[in-house]
């Protein structure tokens, strides 16, 4: 499997909203999260993310398919954060998520640290980012009855 992480540009912008809303559909639907869910983001804060200077947001491409997004973006010197990433259903499930974040911090070979967050509940994604080093921070936060983020931090020696 031949995988690359290519910076978007903004003709990507309609084409990756489509497929965020794909993807966070289903937990759009579970955790009712209206005012933080992706699938509410409009096509300006795409455009936005992919022209941020402080930041890229990258297609993952498999095989020269488009199978998913990573947004990444400089909290600190020398400090990252995954901002968000999502892998489109028929890609999930291959360890393309943990390739994309091995990949992302390969770019950004300055980096100190890692940071990115996720719902308390979604052991699939945790185990992703755990299995490449991000640790629990003991920080949560509640963004409703149906939702609790955690956050993960990576140290880089």
Request: hydrophobic content about 35%.
């Amino acid at each position: 499997m031949k995988m690359q992480l290519v910076k978007a540009t903004t003709s990507d912008a309609e084409t990756m909203q489509k497929m965020q809303i794909e993807s966070f559909t289903p937990h759009f639907q579970r955790y009712m999260d209206v005012s933080t869910s992706p699938v509410n983001e409009s096509l300006a804060k795409m455009l936005y993310r992919i022209k941020d200077e402080k930041g890229c947001y990258f297609k993952i491409m498999v095989n020269d398919r488009h199978a998913g997004c990573v947004w990444v973006y400089e909290i600190g010197p020398k400090q990252y954060r995954i901002g968000i990433m999502y892998i489109s259903a028929e890609f999930q499930r291959k360890g393309i998520g943990q390739k994309a974040l091995v990949i992302a911090e390969e770019l950004f070979p300055e980096a100190k640290s890692w940071e990115l967050d996720c719902p308390a509940d979604l052991s699939l994604n945790r185990h992703c980012y755990e299995k490449v080093g991000y640790k629990l921070t003991g920080k949560t936060k509640m963004i409703n009855d149906q939702l609790t983020l955690v956050f993960y931090r990576k140290d880089i020696n």
